[in-house]
């Protein structure tokens, strides 16, 4: 299935930016269905953002305007950029791959977003 480390998260406040990035490897990463997600203390793993092999994108509704996630295939590499951040956004972020209805997750990195 492949492995995924991602990167980037950290403390920021609120109005800030951070990018997230998620190496993969082990897999055909151009081929992936690449999506962000993020799972905040006592609640449940949300999607966060996805973009297919064709570059298509889909966000939640929450960060519409605010994050932007890309890919560069020739790096094997999912980001995800964050633009004004809210305390809400506080969470440890993961990254996944999906083909064919099988998916592999990162280990997650936590940003934290002060007030």
């Known amino acids: 299935q492949g492995q995924l480390v991602e990167s980037g998260g950290g403390l920021v406040q609120a109005g800030g930016s951070l990018r997230l990035s998620c190496a993969a490897s082990?897999?055909?990463?151009?081929?992936?269905?690449m999506g962000w997600y993020r799972q905040a203390p006592g609640k449940q793993r949300e999607l966060v953002a996805a973009i297919n092999a064709g570059g298509n994108t889909n966000y939640a509704d929450s960060v519409k305007g605010r994050f932007t996630i890309s890919r560069d295939n020739a790096k094997n590499t999912v980001y995800l950029q964050m633009n004004s951040l809210k305390p809400e956004d506080t969470a440890v972020y993961y990254c996944n791959a999906k083909i064919l209805g099988v998916g592999s997750w990162g280990q997650g990195t936590q940003v934290t977003v002060s007030s």
């Open positions: 082990g897999m055909i990463f151009s081929s992936y269905l």
